[in-house]
Nanobody, 116 residues
């Protein structure tokens, strides 16, 4: 299984970005897909998740500004980020849980930098 992320970059405060993560070479069905982030000097934190039937969950700090969605046909999860703040600066990681597989898979991470 390979998770490939894209969409990070440098953006001004108040701007928007869309992150994408695609799962390749998987023979298992995908259960939960999600995003985490890790800011410099901080622990990795959960940002948002989406279940196989489309139920979404968000961390309090991003609710209302971030939108998670998925395309089951393409094994892809998106994270739309609006009203970016400097404190959103972090490496964002895709996380995928497969049905019947104990360990989650992680993407390589994509850097999001928000300038004030």
């Amino acid at each position: 299984v390979q998770l490939v992320e894209s969409g990070g970059g440098l953006v001004q405060s108040g701007g928007s970005l869309t992150l994408s993560c695609a799962a390749y070479e998987s023979t298992f069905s995908i259960n939960v897909m999600g995003w985490y982030r890790q800011a410099p000097g901080k622990q990795r934190e959960w940002v948002a998740s989406i279940s196989s039937d489309g139920e979404t969950y968000y961390a309090h700090s991003v609710k209302g500004r971030f939108t998670i969605s998925r395309d089951n046909a393409k094994n892809t999860v998106l994270l739309q980020i609006h009203s970016l703040k400097p404190e959103d600066t972090a490496v964002y990681y895709c996380n995928v849980n497969f049905v019947g597989v104990r360990d989650d898979y992680w993407g390589q991470g994509t850097q999001v930098t928000v300038s004030s």
